[in-house]
């Protein structure tokens, strides 16, 4: 099994300086809003991800006032081992990864090595926002599965950025525009096969899970939706050449594609409830964290910020019983109603700890014996 047994975060948002200990099942940080809980949970994602769960510009990441931050967590490896990983961002935006005191030479093949899955507030996004978001969420996904495709879409990304560049120019080098899509078209076909088998993965879990959490009988799908559904990329950006060149930018590709969450084959953005959509939103998360688990062998650092939030109790009854069951790893909770969260956990673990988020220190609280 692998977790995180200490971490320790300095000036990162509003957590001056913290050190924390945890064990393997279930942690819990309860406190006020603004207090520091969803911080917490954010440095152990980023430790594995290496960037923030909720914000892009890396110097909203400061403490006020400062300009770098770091974070370091020890982790008992799958291996047997204990690894110490430790992270420092700069104001220039400079990333200085080491595990065990040496550099990471490529910051990006760290990804994966420290598997984590983020349940929060922010995946209504995933529901009402552009296609953009759902693209960033697969992508998370599938980068920490495979290094094959976090290195595809990054070089798609790159050769997507010197083609509109060339696009943008009055007399463009047309056979260079042609090898640029020649070599698109291969990156965006790979992405494009670990994207379609992504989503037929997380069907019959979806599923399972919304059912499980809801209690509901309600349908729920992901339908994959892409430009390359019709033909190779390279064959639609020959064909879509002249309007490229009017507009200046690439209006076909893997940059486009989508995932439609439905109910009952109708958007669940229009169609759901509250409840219904964050059901469905865990029950993507939790089928996320199923499909990761299989890939690893072993159980990811599954966090769960205010994920009671819009829950009735007995969703909130369906949700505990299954983080409670034996497939699943270290957790990590959090909840503004101290009280609630420790008469559900004491009731489903004895192997917990507690912490008090209190202006960006946490102290922990003693665990009372018996359930």
Same mark, same amino acid.
């Given at each position: ?7 320790? *975060? ?39 991800? +290496? ?72 995946? +209504? ?65 790979? *992405? ?54 009017? *507009?200046?930018? +690439? ?30 939103? *865990? ?50 909770? +959090? ?37």
């Amino acid at each position: 099994m692998q977790y995180l047994k200490k971490i320790l *975060v300095n000036d990162f948002r509003n957590i001056a300086l913290a050190e924390l200990e945890f064990c393997p099942n279930v942690n819990c940080i309860s406190g006020n809003n603004g207090e520091g809980k969803t911080n917490l949970l954010d440095a152990i994602y980023y430790l594995s991800m +290496t960037k923030s769960a909720f914000v892009p510009v890396e110097k909203h990441n400061f403490r006020y006032g400062t300009e770098s931050f770091s974070l370091a967590g020890t982790y008992a490896m799958n291996d047997g081992l204990v690894s110490r990983f430790a992270i420092q961002v700069s104001a220039s935006g400079e990333k200085k990864l080491r595990r065990d005191d040496k550099p990471c030479q490529k910051v990006s093949s760290h990804i994966g090595v420290l598997p984590v899955v983020m349940v929060s507030p922010a995946d +209504t996004q995933l529901v009402s926002e552009s296609g953009e978001e759902r693209r960033r969420f697969v992508n998370a996904v599938l980068s920490q599965i495979s290094a094959d495709y976090l290195q595809n879409i990054q070089q798609y990304n790159r050769l997507l950025v010197q083609r509109n560049r060339l696009l943008k120019d009055i007399n463009p080098d047309l056979a260079l525009l042609g090898v640029l899509s020649e070599q698109m078209s291969a990156c965006a076909a790979r *992405v494009y096969e670990r994207r379609k088998a992504l989503a037929e993965g997380l069907m019959p879990l979806l599923g399972k899970y919304y059912e499980l959490i809801s209690g509901g009988k309600e349908v729920v799908g992901i339908q994959y939706v892409s430009d390359l559904d019709k033909a190779p990329l390279a064959e639609i950006l020959e064909r879509n050449r002249d309007r490229d060149l009017a *507009v200046g930018f +690439t209006t076909s590709g893997i940059q486009r594609d989508d995932f439609k969450f439905t109910l009952n084959g109708y958007p669940i953005r229009v169609c759901g409830s509250q409840g219904q959509q964050k059901s469905f939103l *865990v029950a993507l998360k939790f089928s996320q964290y199923d499909l990761m688990q299989k890939e690893y062998g072993f159980a990811p650092v599954l966090l769960l910020d205010d994920v009671f939030d819009k829950l009735d109790p007995g969703r909130i009854a369906n949700l505990l019983s299954l983080v409670a069951g034996k497939d699943f790893g270290q957790i990590f909770i +959090t909840d503004s109603n101290k009280v609630r969260m420790q008469s559900i956990v004491d009731r489903i673990t004895e192997d917990r700890t507690y912490y008090e988020a209190v202006g960006g220190q946490f102290n922990r609280l003693e665990v009372q014996d018996g359930r």
